[in-house]
């Protein structure tokens, strides 16, 4: 629809790497492309020494073609992986679950999204494979603490993803933010994808204003050349049609915005707050090492 009537759009949660890929002059993201946390989530699980892996993801156009990158990248690194798909809402994984048993995998990673990725993470640790049984990689709303321990109250050392600054490295801008959220919703700490539509929304309004027009085409060029301070960071869009990709280069940097920080972080205690948890990998963020089950 974007590219249909011509309206410059800033995505902020979707990680396929086709939004990108189809070069739309109108589509501008700030997520992260979905290839690249896939490499992240393999380097991360190659340091933890694991040669199988069960991927659980969900049917849909993010979990499918997810579990194809990161069973490629595994792959690339001599790490086996095979994966159980199923169907967003799904509210019994106990079939799955069985199956899932019978890999005798060493790490489980959770690609299913929202309450189902909840229901399965709580059903196989009570089936005996759950994060304080074998390594678990958590779906990233687990960032939501709150949701997760109500729904998950066997989670603990589960590690999950996390989009966006650790503490230690927020910038004024992030810390701002922080603070502004989490007293206006009563949160102890902002989840990334609040930072991500913050940042879209606030960069759109900058490029307007830069481009002191709604024409589309002005607001588009403003986007290619604008050098945004957010809540993620500081944010620019190198390849557009300002300055083509470059031939050789994957077409998915396209008005991509390449450097939001992705880091692996773990629940190290029961009931553990989001903002308080252990960020385990890369060594650039790391604050811990990780807990082992």
């Known amino acids: 629809m974007a590219h249909k009537y011509h309206v410059p759009t800033i995505f902020s949660e979707t990680w ?13 993201r700030i ?12 380097k991360f699980i190659q340091s933890l020494g694991v040669s199988k892996v069960v991927i659980q993801t969900e049917n849909t156009g993010y979990g499918i073609p997810a579990a194809e990158q990161t069973t490629k990248r595994l792959a690339e690194l001599g790490i086996e992986a095979v994966t159980f798909g199923a169907d967003i809402g799904t509210i019994d994984f106990s079939a799955i679950i069985e199956r899932i048993k019978a890999e005798n995998p060493e790490l489980i990673l959770v690609l299913q999204t929202g309450e189902a990725s909840y229901n399965f993470e709580q059903q196989a640790a009570e089936a005996g494979i ?5 390594l678990m990689i958590c779906n990233q709303v ?8 109500l729904n998950v109250p066997d989670g603990n050392l589960c590690f999950y993803r996390r989009i966006g600054l650790p503490r230690a490295k927020y910038t004024a801008e ?19 994808y609040a930072m991500e539509a913050y940042d ?4 759109m309004a900058q490029a307007i204003n830069e481009a002191g027009s709604t024409d589309p085409d002005a607001i588009i060029s403003a986007l290619e050349a604008t050098t945004y301070n957010g809540a993620l960071g500081t944010i620019t869009f190198p390849y557009g049609t300002h300055n083509p990709i470059p031939e050789g280069m994957d077409a998915k940097w396209w008005h991509q915005f390449p450097e939001p920080a992705i880091t692996m972080v ?21 604050t811990a090492d990780p807990i082992l089950p």
Do not use: R
């Not at 992030?174 to 990334?192: I, P, Q």
């Open 266 to 286: 773990q629940y190290q205690e029961k009931g553990q707050d989001s903002a308080e948890a252990a960020v385990v990998f890369p060594e650039a963020y790391k």
């Open 130 to 134: 759950g994060p304080q049984d074998l």
């Open 31 to 42: 997520a992260p492309v979905s290839s690249e946390v896939a490499a992240v989530d393999a």
């Open 200 to 203: 879209a929304l606030k960069l």
């Open 16 to 28: 396929s790497d086709k939004i990108t890929n189809v070069q739309y002059p109108e589509v501008f």
């Open 142 to 149: 687990a960032d939501d603490h709150e949701a997760f321990w």
């Open 174 to 192: 992030t810390t701002a933010f922080v603070e502004k959220y989490t007293a206006k919703t009563g949160k102890a700490s902002a989840e990334s």
